[in-house]
């Protein structure tokens, strides 16, 4: 192990890669997971000798064109480049370690709150729910703490029924947080989930050990809900102006769908929950 974030990564994502997947040729069996790191470097047009110590950590400085030649070898998508920069200018996510709050605005609290028939959240880096709508509030009440969207998936056990496409969402679960932790390296708050679910999940062991970035994207979930049944979804994820590290989740159903009809009854299970409360 070389002991630092971005060593970790380049690793990583060297031995996700096979050589047929950069066009070399692969003879024989290999004693190495994954591309050799003279392979990389090869493909990047650097030394071996200043690729490992790139990836050991010894290198603190590299240049815009070996950072691109680099992401170019490891074949890193658009999100996995914006983590290699993090990780190579730590002092360019600053912003992040400055602005992090649990707490969010009242104003949108009021938004979100007369959003009566679709649920909304707004999520923090680290995947915590910060605030729900009455409607999100009732679609997540089959958790016993539905107060952290990773640990809801992998430690609670309603994750396994209500996430139909659960390796999916565990996968997302990781890459998101892996994608805020290149913000913010630093952060109290996401250093104390991966401990968490480091010490209770081996899946989650094994998937952050991949580290996959993947910011949260717009696309369509299939959940099961304990009281209304299955809900094929579509979700959007808007930053929120003000606090850069919050993200608002709003969940919606096609028209005149069975999703529909049945936020219609969920709708009802939340219209119930403020009743009681109200009492």
């Known amino acids: 192990m070389s002991g630092t974030p971005l060593g970790d990564f380049l690793r990583a994502r060297r031995e996700a890669l096979k050589p047929q997947d950069v ?22 047009g650097v030394s071996s ?19 691109d030649a680099v992401a170019r ?29 649990r707490a969010v605005h009242a104003q949108l ?19 915590d729910l910060l605030a729900c709508n009455a409607m999100a509030r009732a679609l997540h009440e089959g958790f016993a703490r539905a107060d952290n969207l990773a640990r809801m998936v992998f430690l609670d056990p309603a994750g396994r029924e209500f996430y139909q496409e659960w390796e999916r969402a565990a996968h997302s679960c990781v890459a998101e947080i892996r994608a805020a932790y290149g913000h913010d390296p630093h952060s109290t ?18 998937l952050w050990a991949r580290h996959d970035v993947k ?32 993200q608002l989740v709003v969940y919606q159903a096609e028209p005149a769908s069975p999703t529909a009809e049945a936020f219609e009854r969920l709708r009802a299970r939340a219209d119930d929950v403020l009743a009681s409360h109200a009492i």
């Not at 000798?49 to 950072?67: H, T």
Request: charged share 20%; proline share 6%.
């Open 189 to 206: 708050r996401i250093a104390e989930v991966v401990a968490e679910l480091s010490a209770a999940s081996p899946e989650f062991v094994e």
């Open 109 to 127: 609290r009021q938004l979100m709150d007369g959003w009566t028939t679709s649920p909304a959240f707004v999520l923090g880096p680290a995947l």
């Open 23 to 44: 066009g070399l040729p692969e003879h024989g069996r290999r004693r190495v997971k994954g591309l050799r790191r003279e392979e990389v470097a090869m493909l990047a």
């Open 49 to 67: 000798d200043y690729y490992v110590r790139l990836e050991q950590g010894r290198e603190s400085s590299p240049s815009a064109q070996v950072v």
């Open 215 to 246: 910011p949260k994207t717009q696309e369509s979930k299939h959940l099961r809900h304990p009281h209304v049944g299955d809900l094929h979804i579509l979700f959007s994820a808007f930053g929120v102006n003000g606090a850069p590290h919050q």
């Open 73 to 101: 070898a490891l074949r890193l998508d658009v999100a996995a480049t914006e983590h290699l920069w993090l990780l190579v200018r730590p002092a360019e996510a600053g912003v992040w370690q400055h602005t992090q709050s």
